[in-house]
């Protein structure tokens, strides 16, 4: 069994659920600079909001999304927010494996990243589930 392949797959899904949230976080976000111009140009308020200078409505990078992103859709995702946090052992391990063919030195090193993986998992499909029923 290849532990750093199951390993991979795994951040596989979670970084495909977060690219697909930072999609609708990125719209949220425009939305809310275009409200913001809206009241001023309305004269709803006298103080001149920042220039937009970003009109994407799409993540279109390969990159794991900033998990701000994908919070301004779905709430917080602390579990996930520290999985994914350059510089942290999940994410290193995961950078070492598919960019160094490192390897884990034994089952239960591997047992222990995959279990917090698997929680940043089901913390962003808990977050989906409620955000869908609102």
Known sequence: MSFEMAYLSMWSILEGGLKLFASLGLKKKLQLKIKEWDRFLSDETSQCPKPIRNFDTEY?????????????????????RKIIAPKKKWRNRRNAIAHNASRFKNEQIFVEYKSDLIEAI???????????QK
Do not use: F, M
């Not at 994908?70 to 579990?79: A, M, N, R």
């Not at 089901?122 to 869908?132: D, G, V």
């Open 60 to 80: 279109k990078t390969d990159r794991i999304p900033d998990i701000s992103l994908v919070e301004e859709v779905l709430g917080s995702l602390p579990h996930v």
């Open 122 to 132: 089901e913390e962003l499909e808990n977050q989906i589930l409620i955000a869908s």
